[in-house]
């Protein structure tokens, strides 16, 4: 009797449960999509209005794919556990047919944490593939690439080679495009804002004859001087107000608000926050075995299961006192929300920050003690406050002073202490006081914010554009793009960008429309649950936007100016022009696509450096390509040496171990590196971070690098450790 196979994911979590089953069991990662759309071609087969996906096994997954049709023949039972949401369900699905299975009959089994008790009661339960969400992710999948594939050329033809559209992307560029237009359009505008001074404490005017005063009310300064220098030596009866006031506990997280506050407090990009949340879920080493610390990552439910609900009402007990402990549910604002997935939070409740501090890296410590603390908070009671207002009045006008105080402290005794209490002097009700003064102040009124990316993804959130697998992908395509660049962490669109999203606008307002785009997203959910039919969808979508695009082929002008050289092409005889491309300008032959002859822009007058050629002895000179200026001799084309302009560090005394070459430091955007400089013939590199140590067994080089949460220098040679 052969063995029970278990097909998951990723190879972290295969690990993970392997540890958990016995020796019945064989744990097998898929590495992600195992079939996909081929890339070449627009891969989707449209026959009497229905479309068939042309799926093909991706060359990176041949390999998996063979040793997985292997080891299912073998098994006793195949069980598909994918990550339960629709990307899972369909590489659930994918698998089934690769391994030649009907994808119905399948066992299904699927959980939130990657626990042994959570593994083990998922075994207990399996079910079927649902095949309305494997649908709904293919209805999205198809929809893409009708988007990609038949929008894209087009851009690419009419502005600029190397351009995309997408149903998502072109929606969340344009609320950034929109953005900037405001910040571009926008006209400052004066207003003034007058200052009682009472016992040292500013209080501000807020009616003044009986009218209650609004922001811009106040225009001029010889407006305000004139009501300053008028209430100034005036008399005012005080009247006091107190009510309280709760804060809250906050919800626990889901996918969203993760990488909106990861982003805000950590300073972590969306991208890097759902990396780190991958290996917490997958599985860590702890001081209980390595297993997963926090639930499923991609999630837009605040559901909290009962268990875990009651464990961490336990621990605000015996860590805080009952007066603390509240059980709270939450609903998500989301229509098409999984109220059947958990939200993201701790799997083992008792495992706190602090007990995991030696065994994750600093990032996943943040990260978890954020997740952690959230939780805990979300079964708190609500924080309780006093506002006091201070009124300060007479029939000329109204001043207004406001403080607070913490009653309660409530979730905040583990979420984080709120702001300090703005205490007010003593004042008594009824008292008559004069102003110490009475001051105006200048103001102007500023520009919107531009987009965070944890502001972007609120903005698509509450708008229903995308879903939580989709968020972090969208924002890192838009810089890959090179459609926004991130300034001071702020999302800054590039004219291309502008050029991209008018042509848009003009010709193809739905694609960009977020009421159009989230509609969309609803649909999905509605095939999701069986309630739309999906090829109906894609038939709706699919006809009436091919003819768009055919018609604004022929009625979209071309926006690529080609301007002449007065040169001919040395291939073709054509002549030659300067167009426009991803990385700037460059020379390309008008005769294009017939001929593709192309170069970039030399200088007129070539920087020469105090450099020989140590091939022809010719004197150097500073050029530029792609990847920026670079030596070559000046004796091209006889000669086509070519030498880096700013050569890396040499290390002295300090050799490759594997073929004598030299070592130099190297940078990439992960920072500094060591590698041999005879790279590519010799492919030693060293990832760890240089210090300038040396080690006492071999005399080689040392690095710096973390090893089971604690900083080490490692020998690259010998691997000789040593803390730090």
């Known amino acids: 009797m052969g063995k029970k196979l278990i097909i998951v994911e990723s190879p972290a979590k295969a690990r993970t449960i392997k540890n958990f089953l016995g020796k019945d069991y064989e744990v097998i990662a898929s590495k992600g999509h195992i079939r996909d759309l081929p890339k070449s071609s627009f891969g989707i ?13 991706t060359k990176d997954h041949q390999a998996i794919a ?30 089934a047919h690769v391994i030649g299975k009907n994808p119905e009959e399948l066992p299904r089994i699927v959980f939130h944490e990657i626990t042994k008790s959570a593994i083990k009661k998922a075994l207990e339960n399996p079910r079927k593939l649902d095949i309305n969400r494997v649908n709904a992710q293919q209805a999205r999948r198809l929809l893409d690439r009708i988007v990609g594939y038949k929008l894209s050329p087009l851009l690419a033809k009419k502005i600029q080679r190397g351009l995309s559209a997408g149903r998502v992307q072109s929606a969340a560029l344009k609320l950034v495009v929109d953005r ?261 102040t200048q103001h102007f009124t500023k520009p919107p914010e531009r987009y965070t990316e944890a502001s972007l993804i609120k903005k698509l959130e509450s708008l229903g554009i995308g879903r939580p697998s989709t968020y972090a992908p969208t924002i890192t395509l838009l810089q890959n793009r090179n459609y926004v660049e991130v300034k001071e962490k702020k999302l800054h669109p590039t004219e291309i960008a502008f050029n991209v999203i008018k042509t848009l606008e003009e010709h193809f307002p739905d694609i960009v429309d977020a009421n159009f785009t989230a509609n969309m997203e609803e649909m999905l959910d509605e095939i999701a649950s069986g309630k739309k039919d999906w090829q109906e969808m894609l038939k709706d979508f699919y006809f009436p936007f091919i003819e768009l695009v055919q018609q604004k082929d022929k009625e979209i002008p071309s ?21 426009k491309g991803r990385y700037g300008e460059f020379i390309a032959c008008s005769a294009f696509p017939k001929c593709k002859y192309t170069r970039p822009i030399e200088e007129k007058e070539e920087k020469t450096v105090d450099v020989k050629c140590d091939k022809c002895g010719a004197p150097m000179v500073v050029k530029r390509g792609k990847s920026g200026e670079f030596l070559a001799c000046s004796n091209y084309p006889e000669c086509k040496n070519t030498k880096p302009l700013n050569p890396p560090e040499v290390l002295e005394d300090v050799k490759c171990p594997e073929c004598g070459g030299d070592i130099i430091k190297r940078k990439s955007r992960r920072g500094e590196f060591y590698g041999c400089s005879n790279y590519p013939k010799c492919n030693f590199i060293s990832k760890y971070r240089p210090v300038d140590k040396k080690c006492p067994e071999c005399g080689y080089l040392m690095a710096k690098r973390t090893y089971r949460g604690k900083e080490i220098y490692e020998c690259i040679k010998c691997k000789y450790r040593e803390e730090v």
């Not at 026959?47 to 996906?53: Q, T, V, Y």
């Not at 080609?562 to 040395?570: H, M, N, S």
């Open 45 to 57: 087969k449209v026959e009497e209005e229905r479309f068939i996906p042309q799926y093909r096994v």
């Open 66 to 95: 063979k040793e997985l049709k292997e080891k299912a023949k073998k098994a006793e039972t195949v069980y598909i556990a994918t990550d339960e949401d629709r990307e899972g369900e369909a590489i659930g699905f994918h698998i």
């Open 180 to 440: 900037e237009r405001e910040i571009r359009e926008f006209k400052p505008q004066e207003y003034y804002t007058i200052e009682g001074i009472f016992k040292k404490k500013e209080a501000s005017l807020i009616e003044y004859h009986s009218k209650k005063l609004d922001k811009l009310d106040i225009k001029t300064e010889e407006e305000a001087k004139k009501i300053a220098e008028e209430l100034k030596p005036l008399e005012y009866s005080v009247r006091i107000e107190k009510k309280k006031s709760v804060s809250k506990s906050p919800a626990p997280f889901m996918t969203s608000t993760l990488q909106q506050t990861a982003s805000s407090l950590l300073g972590f990009s969306p991208r890097k926050t759902m990396q780190i949340a991958q290996k917490l879920y997958e599985g860590v080493k702890t001081p209980v075995g390595e297993t997963g610390i926090i639930t499923y990552m991609r999630t837009d439910s605040l559901n909290i299961a009962k268990e875990a609900q009651e464990k961490a009402l336990k621990i605000i007990e015996e860590k805080f006192g009952k007066e603390y402990a509240e059980p709270k549910t939450y609903k998500t604002k989301s229509s098409g929300a999984q109220e059947a997935h958990e939200a993201i939070r701790p799997t083992i409740p008792e495992l706190s920050p602090e007990e995991l501090k030696n065994y994750l890296t600093k990032d996943e410590w943040k990260l978890y003690d954020l997740i952690y603390r959230r939780f805990l908070a979300s079964q708190m009671k609500d924080a309780e406050f006093e506002i006091q207002n201070v009124f300060f009045e007479n029939e000329k006008g109204v001043f207004k002073l406001s403080g607070k105080k913490l009653i309660f402290d409530g979730y905040y005794k583990v979420y984080g202490t709120p702001s300090k209490d703005e205490m007010l002097p003593e004042f008594k009700e009824g008292e008559t006081v004069k102003p110490e003064d009475v001051k105006y």
């Open 559 to 579: 926006q690529k100016i080609a301007k002449p050289t007065g040169e001919l092409c040395p291939e073709c005889g054509a002549p030659l022009v300067i167009r």
